[in-house]
Structure formats: structure tokens, C-alpha cells
């Protein structure tokens, strides 16, 4: 086996609902249907509600006391993934992942010793929920967020559910995992963990 194959990695599955613990979440689900994919290609890590912790409006990396941030960042920077997990309000990300954009644009003001940005070198990947068209809106708008700020995305890096417009049946309540959305999320796992792998072992060039 390629010894690229068995570099070990750390995610971490940030779920942007506007719901706090322990209220029941389709966001939640779907990023630990993500992160138990990403465990089938050797990738250990958490997940962490952001209605949980707070984090305080602003772009920087530490908006002073009482700041969840700081921590919730060093878990980032720990990690080779990041998963952003949302659901779609209004035809947009949640609130709560507008603001995990906005304090990471800070990093756009932090680089290593070589002058590359923290998160050089990391992947970011998409999960979206909802009850109403917009899953490839909002994983653009994430997207384009995501890499701005520095992470790689790989192909298909999103999965998502909506169900049927003006209905009210969510992701949780459904009987079992729609394959075409299970299929996703495993492609999604498996191309984030190769281009991961992929970064470790030739990490991007100073520039």
C-alpha cells in the first residue's frame, strides 16, 4: 500500500444549525453520516455544534472575553478537514455559518514562517439540508468562502438533502438515508481524505 494511504487525519464537522444541544438537528445528522464516512478512510475527529459556544461577532481571531472562538480555531487548526454543516434558511447558509466565514477571514492576516496562510494545506468540505431548493447555492456560497480563506476543496465536495418545496419533512425524519444522498456523502469522504493526504505529503509552495 502507498504509505500516503496510511497517513493518519484529523476532521472536524462544524454543524451551523441555529438549534444549541441537545434539540434534534438534519444538520447534525448528515455531519456525522459525513464524519462516519470519513472514518472508513482512516480519519478520526468530532463534531461540535456552534450554537453550543459563543462565538462573538467579528474578523478576528479572538473578539475578547467570553469568546468561544479561540478554541473552536485551534480545533481547526489541528484538523486536515474542516466540514461546515448548514441548513438552508431563506435560500442561504444558516447565520451561524455566515459567521464561522467571517472569523475565518482573519486568517487572511495570519501565515507560517514561509508566509502561507494556516490553513494552507487543509480541506474544507459542504454538508446542506433543507425543505426547499437551494443546495447548490449554498454550497457555492460556502465554497467560494472556504477557498478564500485558504482551504482546498475537492471534487464533489458537498452533499446535501432538500425535500420537495413547501413540505415540512426534514432529513432527520426520514425512514432511512436516500442512497443517491449516502452515495454523496461517501465520494465526498473519499476524495476529501485523498486530497488531504495528498497536501501532507507535498504541501503548497510559498508564494
Known sequence: MNPIELTPLRALALV?????????????????QTMEALA?????????????HDVKPGV??????GDAWPELRSMILESDILVLSTPIWLGLPSSLAQRVLERLDAELGESDDEGRMLT???????????????????????FQGLNDVGFSLA???VTYWVGEAMQG???QDLDETPEKTAA???????????????????PYPPS
Open 16 to 32: 451551523c444549525t441555529l438549534s444549541p444541544s441537545p434539540a434534534r438537528s438534519s444538520s447534525q445528522l448528515l455531519a456525522e
Open 40 to 52: 472508513g478512510h482512516g480519519v478520526t475527529g468530532r463534531t461540535v455544534r456552534v450554537a453550543d
Open 60 to 65: 478576528a481571531t479572538d473578539m475578547g472575553a
Open 120 to 142: 494552507y494545506g487543509k480541506v474544507a468540505a459542504v454538508c446542506v439540508v433543507g425543505n426547499e431548493d437551494g443546495a447548490h447555492k449554498v454550497g457555492a456560497d460556502l
Open 155 to 157: 471534487p464533489n465536495a
Open 169 to 171: 419533512t426534514d432529513y
Open 184 to 202: 454523496t456523502t461517501r465520494t465526498l469522504a473519499a476524495n476529501s481524505a485523498h486530497l488531504a493526504r495528498g497536501l501532507k505529503a507535498a
